[in-house]
């Protein structure tokens, strides 16, 4: 009998959990608050996602791609306050979280680094570490909240490991966008990992077999039924549902990446580019709350971005590289429905530099203070995840 | 170790007259480079093909024995044009690439792009969506395999490793320069590999994947687009902290209005006045009518301006400044180092740039002759692109593959598909970016397709049947032979228990030894 999308999902919800070979592979412990950070790359257009639609400066500075003020069209933006308007592509996938209070607005966020590289920008972010300080490139700060945490339990779904998980704390990284069927035996793989018993590669490597074992049992189901059984999800969507329920059965920190935000020319404003990605976006972190059942009340996602784009547009319909960015709070026991953290009324005169948006609530005070709520952290602790940051506790929980 | 058992016993007789000769060869080769640098330590011959190249062969041992160490680098650095084996010059010839100019195929692709989407929703448009989808990625394909097949077996392997290096250093994205990266490689970078940064500089500005790419098509007077000034001080010249500040960034960007792409048949309708200053050479135009004439300040001093004299006025000033000498000379030392370059050899390489101009081939000399440049000899840990090529060698020792599609598959499998970087700044080059778990795992199985004769890197097209004689001899081979002496306890004793001369392969391929150069 055919099963439909939902139903196909409980089925491997309802799987028993395999004991995974690797000691990282068990379930959460101490505690079942789990975080994802989704780092947007390029450098999203903040003020095409929360639309200033008080500032009638915002209209004059983006002849084509601003968004059309609240009212009755379905073109027009969501109303979420007085000030702010969401883009209206996020109706059905996003704006039905935001009303159930589960979705924040963090805006004029960021970090102090005004380079306006993208590489060096997301480094410092994915470093977390005060501006000025010497740099240490041998951890991000969500390795050191693993570290924090008990050193067990993260994971990055992306290719390569990112900065931000690197570290002393060992972090399993698999990309979920394709599963495939291995090459190697059992017994091909104990030897492999035999010759690094001890070398410099030894975590890596037996990490690295736990975890193909680990998602090849979790998604054996999945791979059987997609031939006969076509899976409706795609892209990002079907990834962010992975993603779910890997990180409801068996972690406590993740980290994803989505690129493509760096949008120099004809971003689009209605139904163009940048619109289909915050599509995207939308429909996979639905999923993922979806995916997460009944443990969607103890996760928090937060979406963050290197940094917002300039406030006019560009001679190519398009933005350059700004400062402060929106960042988004999501989460069954997030304390939504709001825009969260310091503001300033958005008109040209309270630009920095007369280009973009000034960053008023610095991303390391912002976490920090998240971090704390959601799993405890001492202030020794948190110095550990972000040292020499304050933080602010913007009651997101 | 007995240095003459050859594991299962295969092969014996040819495996020592191979050994045979290695030695003696090592015996010509090393003492000429000891001789000439008192304090270098020794330079092993595999170790350094192993570093200059994409992976040691037969062909490339015998030639090193032959010259000793430092004439073969001096043979690298200034390389005579290569002469690839025939049914590779074959395959070559055979592409779309070589038969026709891009200024003639791109023009004709993107037609049907815009064809294709100018169609409303129809099953057509899915028709004609795929059929363009087809062509483009035909022609990605023949770029990637390109770069395969030359780096896989040209003699000239320095030049192929610095064509991949700066393909890196001035990265370009496929999937938004699309077809226009076609001849990318083998126009703007190859033939300038060894030479002058500065040409390099002009050569990639001059390309329609980079116009496309940084958006710099766009950049028109009055309406700047920042993209390209700005990753051109950051990332291909200055470096971040180079000393260049927001203010640069924009006045470098009206420097570049007016430079960019006409894919007509059609010049554009200018005032007579304008007319000399129009240039068109294949895809590129520099458009004095999009061109802002007022003058400018960069990095502190005034340009004159005066269309596309200036724009050569400022790349010469950013390539002969001293943060970029020290940029580009900390990049290429961490290309072939393990690990960080101490501040002093970046200083000796930088003031031989400056010197001579921004000659590479001078500066790499200064690099190859250091004493941290022998000493780091095979502890470097291969990127995806060098695991990949360098199992290839290995594998078959000059015998031409004749379908790359498996390697530019795994590639994409480790996260390195060959300019499938989206962002500007090109892959990494530290070793923790490609030695993440998912990462080590992927490599196995790829050893495993190699190791097994099961990769399909003989499959042609029309061709079904070849795979047979697939499986690599690898306990054969003189490079093993080579090789042996530095395998670890482990890797030993995982060889012995193979059961199957293909395992063997496997876990050769797959030992930590393989993974270093």
Known sequence: ??????????????????????????????????????????????????????????????????????????????????????????????????????????????????????????????????????????????????????????????????????????????????????????????????????????????????????????????????????????????????IGKLMRERYRLGFVDV??????????????????????????????????????DDTVVVVVSEFGRTFRENGSRGTDHGHGTVFWVLGGSVAGGRVAGEQVEVRRSTLLQDRDFPVLNDYRQVLGGLFQRQFGLSAEQLTKVFPGARSVDLELL | MNPISVPQGRAMGRALVLVAAAAGLWLLAAPAGAAERGDRPQIDPVRLLDRLGWGATSSDMRQIAQLGVDRYIEAQLHPKPATLPG?????????????????????????????????????????????????????????????????????????????????????????????????????????????????????????????????????????????????????????VDGGYSQQDVQELARVLTGVGINLTADAPKLKPELQSQYLRDGLFEFNPARHDYGDKVLLGQPLRGRGLAEVDEALDRLARHPATARFVCRKMARYFLAGDPSPALVEQMAATFLRSDGQVADTLRVLFRSSEFARSLGKQFKDPVHYVISAVRLAYDGRPILNTDPMIQWLIRMGQPLHGRQTPDGYPLYESAWTSPGQMTTRFEIASAIGNGRAGLFRGEADQGAEASAVPQLSDSLYFERMRGHLGEATRKALEQAGSPQEWNVFLLSSPEFMDR
Do not use: C
Not at chain 1, 169 to 192: E, Y
């Open chain 1, 1 to 242: 009998m055919p099963t439909n999308r939902r139903q196909f999902i409980r089925s491997l919800a309802a799987l028993p959990l395999l004991a995974g070979p690797v000691r990282l592979l068990a379930a959460p412990a101490g505690g079942s608050a789990r975080f994802v950070l989704v780092f947007l790359r390029g450098g999203y257009d903040a003020a095409s996602l929360l639309i200033p639609y008080h500032s009638s400066d915002y209209y004059e500075a983006r002849p084509t791609l601003a968004l059309a003020r609240p009212g009755s069209d379905l073109q027009a933006a969501l109303p979420v306050d007085g000030d702010w308007a969401l883009n209206p592509v996020l109706r059905e996938s996003l704006y039905p979280l935001f009303q159930r209070r589960q979705l924040a607005f963090v805006p004029f966020a960021g970090t102090d680094d005004l380079s306006r590289s993208h590489f060096e920008t997301q480094q410092s972010i994915e470093l977390g570490l005060a501006a000025g300080g010497a740099r240490d490139y041998r951890s991000g700060f969500l390795n050191r909240l693993a570290g924090v945490l008990g050193g067990q339990g993260a994971i990055a779904f992306t290719d390569q490991l990112p900065l931000v998980m690197s570290g002393p704390a060992a972090v399993p990284n698999v990309a979920l966008r394709q599963v495939a069927k291995p090459g190697l035996s059992v017994r091909q793989s104990q030897i492999i990992a035999g010759m690094y018993r001890g070398s410099r590669l030894a975590g890596q490597v037996s990490e690295g077999f736990g975890m193909r074992d680990e998602v090849l049992k979790a998604f054996a189901e999945e791979m059987e039924s997609s031939s006969r059984n076509a899976v409706s999800a795609r892209g990002f969507e079907l990834e962010a549902r992975r």
């Open chain 1, 259 to 296: 690129g493509g935000w760096d949008t120099h020319v004809s971003q689009g404003g209605n139904g163009g580019y940048l619109a289909s990605r915050f599509d995207e976006l939308g429909r996979g972190l639905a999923a993922f709350a979806d995916e997460m059942g009944k443990a969607w």
């Open chain 2, 87 to 239: 049914p590779v010059e074959r395959q070559l010839a055979a592409m779309t690439l070589s038969q026709r100019p891009l200024a003639e195929l791109v023009p004709e692709l993107e037609r049907q792009r815009k064809t294709v989407q100018a169609m409303t929703m129809s099953a057509d448009k899915d028709v004609a969506t795929a059929a363009y989808q087809k062509a483009a990625t035909a022609i990605y394909r023949e770029f990637a395999s390109r770069m395969l097949l030359r780096s896989l077996y040209s003699p000239n392997q320095l030049q192929e490793q610095m064509a991949w290096f700066w393909a890196n250093h001035f990265s370009v994205f496929q999937g938004k320069s699309g077809v226009m990266l076609g001849d990318y490689v083998d126009a703007a970078i190859r033939p300038r590999a060894l030479g002058r940064f500065r040409d390099l500089l002009g050569a990639t500005l001059r390309h329609p994947a980079m116009l496309r790419y940084l958006d710099n098509e766009q950049n028109v007077a009055g309406r700047i687009n920042e993209n390209y000034a700005r990753e051109l001080l950051e990332l291909h010249t200055l470096g």
